[in-house]
């Protein structure tokens, strides 16, 4: 994998939003570490959108969101 299509993912990762709920519409990097604690205990959606909250929950957990922002398309 070259820095490319790491840059691409992350992009992919900060702007990805929530399809339903509570955060439906929310930046995935916006919604609240307990709502990924939640998902993780109770198991995360299949597909893409489980593969994405497993790694916000990754990312969140240890405290490395900035990582995200820089990312983030306004």
Known sequence: MNA???????????????PFGKYKNKLLLE?????YIWFKQKGFPPGKLGVMMQQMYDIKCNGLE???RPFVIK
């Open 66 to 68: 900035m990582i995200l």
């Open 4 to 18: 490319g299509n790491n840059k691409a993912l992350l992009t992919e990762l900060a702007n990805y939003k929530m």
């Open 31 to 35: 919604i609240p570490e307990h709502y």
